[in-house]
């Protein structure tokens, strides 16, 4: 389990980090978002120890890392670390012995997860003669080729076609069923919703919600309700009368309520009863970029 607890990092007057603690327990998927800006970057460079934190911890599996201990993580940088001229499968063992891998296994390991990500006859070629999307890929191979026991990726989904991103997230779940634990940041927040156990949202270097997506997104649902009237009524312009609610949207047979008054829920269902026409009545559960957007406002 890598925790960090309360990291502060500030660069000149700027507070880039503000108190920033998460968890990212060993066979979990914790998705980490943030406008740009918001010290997703910092926070994850502090962990792996590329930076210093000005204040507050950093531990994994209940110890400070060391070097020997950071040698068994993965990290993926935003931006793009390999070199361009060298050859993929060459580049992937030469990683993987710096890890400590002794050299056959570096080279099977490289070998598959070429293998795995599409690039499998293309182990001979230099980085720079394939597209952008296929140098992400081999990145991702780079963070996995000594076989980690926790995962830091970057953006790791940036620029991937569907079936490269379907194939690395399979990769991740793997890797997650075999007790790593993963921390991802991504503005694809739909992958975010699909792929994590866990979310971390941050605005301005300070965490402003975290938990299990299903969760947070159900605690941000109880001011909105979605009202469907009978068919047989079909009539909701009442709605605009009762007090205490904001009709947000309406459609033929349905709206959407904003509750901005304790009980004036009560009220429209009191309201639908004496006209004989409801057919549903629920809260509404925001989507993942809803609850960021309201989050990091």
Same mark, same amino acid.
């Given at each position: 389990?890598?925790?960090?607890?309360?990291?502060?990092?500030?660069?000149?007057?700027?507070?880039?980090?503000?108190?920033?603690?998460?968890?990212?327990?060993?066979?979990?998927?914790?998705?980490?978002?943030?406008?740009?800006?918001?010290?997703?970057?910092?926070?994850?460079?502090?962990?792996?120890?590329?930076?210093?934190?000005?204040?507050?911890?950093?531990?994994?599996?209940?110890?400070?890392?060391?070097?020997?201990?950071?040698?068994?993580?993965?990290?993926?940088?935003?931006?793009?670390?390999?070199?361009?001229?060298?050859?993929?499968?060459?580049?992937?063992?030469?990683?993987?012995?710096?890890?400590?891998?002794?050299?056959?296994?570096?080279?099977?390991?490289?070998?598959?997860?070429?293998? @795995?990500?599409?690039?499998?006859? =293309? /182990?001979?070629?230099? &980085? %720079?003669? #394939?597209?952008? $999307?296929? +140098?992400?890929? !081999?990145?991702?191979?780079?963070?996995?080729?000594?076989?980690?026991?926790?995962?830091?990726?970057?953006?790791?989904?940036?620029?991937?076609?569907?079936?490269?991103?379907?194939?690395?997230?399979?990769?991740?779940?793997?890797?997650?069923?075999?007790?790593?634990?993963?921390?991802?940041?991504?503005?694809?927040?739909?992958?975010?919703?699909?792929?994590?156990?866990?979310?971390?949202?941050?605005?301005?270097?300070?965490?402003?919600?975290?938990?299990?997506?299903?969760?947070?997104?159900?605690?941000?649902?109880?001011?909105?309700?979605?009202?469907?009237?009978?068919?047989?009524?079909?009539?909701?312009?009442?709605?605009?009368?009762?007090?205490?609610? @904001?009709?947000?949207?309406?459609? =033929? /047979?349905?709206?959407? &309520? %904003?509750? #901005?008054?304790? $009980?004036? +829920?009560?009220? !429209?269902?009191?309201?639908?009863?004496?006209?004989?026409?409801?057919?549903?009545?629920?809260?509404?559960?925001?989507?993942?970029?809803?609850?960021?957007?309201?989050?990091?406002?």
């Amino acid at each position: 389990m890598l925790v960090l607890d309360s990291l502060v990092r500030r660069f000149g007057d700027r507070t880039a980090l503000d108190g920033v603690s998460l968890t990212v327990p060993d066979g979990r998927m914790v998705g980490f978002v943030g406008a740009n800006g918001a010290g997703k970057t910092t926070t994850m460079r502090i962990a792996l120890g590329v930076l210093s934190a000005d204040s507050g911890t950093v531990t994994f599996r209940g110890r400070v890392p060391d070097l020997a201990v950071r040698r068994r993580f993965g990290y993926m940088p935003e931006e793009r670390g390999l070199y361009p001229k060298g050859r993929l499968l060459e580049q992937l063992v030469f990683l993987a012995r710096l890890h400590g891998v002794d050299a056959a296994a570096a080279a099977r390991r490289a070998g598959e997860l070429l293998e @795995r990500l599409g690039l499998g006859d =293309r /182990g001979r070629e230099q &980085l %720079e003669s #394939l597209s952008l $999307g296929n +140098q992400q890929r !081999v990145q991702v191979a780079a963070a996995l080729v000594h076989d980690p026991e926790l995962l830091v990726l970057d953006e790791p989904f940036s620029g991937l076609d569907p079936l490269a991103v379907d194939a690395m997230a399979e990769l991740l779940r793997e890797r997650v069923r075999a007790g790593v634990g993963v921390l991802f940041s991504s503005h694809q927040l739909d992958l975010v919703d699909r792929l994590c156990d866990e979310l971390v949202v941050l605005h301005a270097g300070r965490v402003v919600a975290a938990g299990e997506p299903q969760e947070l997104r159900r605690s941000r649902s109880g001011a909105r309700y979605r009202v469907e009237a009978d068919p047989a009524v079909d009539d909701l312009s009442w709605l605009d009368a009762v007090p205490g609610v @904001r009709v947000a949207r309406r459609e =033929r /047979g349905s709206a959407e &309520l %904003e509750v #901005l008054a304790p $009980g004036a +829920q009560r009220e !429209v269902l009191d309201g639908a009863v004496r006209r004989g026409g409801l057919a549903a009545f629920a809260p509404v559960v925001p989507t993942l970029s809803e609850l960021f957007q309201e989050v990091s406002r």
